[in-house]
């Protein structure tokens, strides 16, 4: 830290948080669910079944997701913003579904940190938040009316809904921040992506305040089918959702189809201490890698150096991690070369690093996970509890050698999280959280 104050780079701290989720649609109910080891995973509500099974699918076709079913923009507008316009309303009709679930995490992120935005310094607030897949319900739903009714019924908001920019973009406008403005889709390390972009920026004295993370709103029939067809989700589970989603066991064959969104609001040090702000938590590190290699097929290598570059930023050794919020999708490759990075990362005190797969209860959110698994991270610091690893009842002999947190929470101090998140295209995004000790 003294050679970031020497290079004159500012410190960030988190002091609010706001989630979207199938576990629940607040921070503290999600958090609860995810103690006590409850899962999201159900059977896909009535548009999506229905499509889906008028098309005949195979026997081992998901019919399950992690989706959001009782999600209302309006009725959280009229609880959480004050001031409420018609503007605000119209957002409910002109938006996709990805950026009201951002609007929702945000004003609760927002409301979280005690500020008023109107008496921030505009230029001084921005926005970064993340999308893997945009708004392709728009897109789906459009071609199924072009395709059946014509041009003319087609909405003129189509392109506004659908690209991907246009969550941050809205939340800017809501909280009228007019310093850096801008959305990154780098598949299902977005969400970290955005947090350390928004980290930097404040790092660098760019922004004061940053409201940044991930959103995603693709368990649509044609995603799902595409990921069906990449052999990339888990099967064979219709009459079981909640036992789908298996990091690390030795029965998994994939991913489950999640939705939502996670926002953090990131503050420099020193305004969140002028304004008597509750600190979450310092994000210390941010490690970024490439793994050139393969479009879909993870990287060892890649995931291993992305680590070593958080650890490096964050200027700590691996042995002062506490715990390790994975990647860990409960594909079959993935799971086993994240495992093995983290094997050769921390060498001789591997087998005491504490570990939990989330996604075993959350799905994998993809563009939004790890903004999500980043509250889990900062949580378990203020909470000093670590979430548990859910429908882990064998473990794959190729994923031992960690301490992986199954069956209840566990009660630990927590000092040190470092959080992974990994996407196709070979792109990896690594957090390093600090409690925040002055």
Request: proline share 5%; net charge negative; with cysteine.
């Amino acid at each position: 830290m003294s050679d970031k104050k020497n290079l004159g780079l500012k410190r960030v701290v988190v002091t609010g948080l706001g989630i979207v989720s199938s576990m629940g649609l607040d921070v503290p109910t999600v958090w609860r669910r995810l103690l006590a080891g409850e899962s999201g995973v159900n059977r896909l509500g009535s548009f999506s079944h229905a499509l889906l099974e008028s098309y005949r699918p195979p026997d081992d076709f998901p019919l399950i997701a992690g989706e959001i079913t009782n999600f209302d923009l309006k009725e959280i507008l009229q609880t959480r913003k004050k001031n409420l316009t018609k503007e605000d309303l119209k957002q409910v009709k002109y938006t996709d579904r990805f950026t009201q679930f951002a609007l929702a995490a945000s004003l609760e992120a927002i409301q979280d940190t005690g500020m008023v935005p109107e008496a921030e310094d505009p230029e001084r607030a921005g926005v970064i938040i993340a999308s893997g897949m945009g708004g392709v319900g728009s897109w789906e739903e459009s071609m199924i009316r072009l395709m059946k009714e014509g041009v003319r019924r087609v909405s003129p908001f189509l392109v506004p809904k659908m690209i991907p920019n246009l969550a941050a973009g809205n939340v800017s406008i809501t909280f009228k921040a007019k310093g850096p403005n801008i959305a990154l889709s780098t598949a299902c390390a977005a969400g970290s992506h955005a947090i350390g972009m928004a980290f930097r920026s404040i790092q660098l004295g760019e922004a004061d305040i940053m409201a940044a993370g991930g959103s995603e709103a693709a368990v649509t029939p044609l995603t799902i089918v595409g990921f069906y067809r990449m052999g990339a989700l888990a099967t064979n589970h219709n009459d079981h959702p909640q036992a789908a989603s298996r990091p690390f066991d030795i029965q998994r064959n994939g991913f489950v189809m999640s939705e939502g969104a996670g926002i953090l609001i990131l503050e420099e040090l020193e305004h969140a201490l002028q304004r008597n702000a509750r600190i979450y938590a310092e994000i210390t590190g941010f490690g970024m890698s490439g793994d050139a290699y393969h479009i879909t097929d993870p990287n060892m290598e890649g995931a291993l150096r992305c680590m070593q570059n958080a650890l490096k930023d964050a200027a700590i050794s691996p042995e002062q991690v506490d715990y390790v919020n994975p990647h860990a999708t409960a594909t079959p490759v993935g799971d086993r070369n994240e495992v093995r990075a983290l094997r050769v990362l921390f060498g001789d005190q591997a087998s005491r690093l504490l570990v939990s797969g989330t996604k075993s209860m959350t799905g994998h959110l993809l563009g939004a996970a790890g903004a999500v698994e980043a509250i889990f991270s900062i949580l378990s610091i203020r909470d000093g509890l670590i979430p548990p690893t859910i429908n882990l009842d064998e473990l794959d002999p190729d994923c031992a050698g960690l301490d992986i947190v199954t069956g209840q929470a566990r009660p630990v101090e927590v000092r040190y999280v470092l959080s992974n998140s990994f996407g196709f295209g070979g792109t990896n995004a690594a957090l390093v959280f600090k409690r925040f000790e002055g």
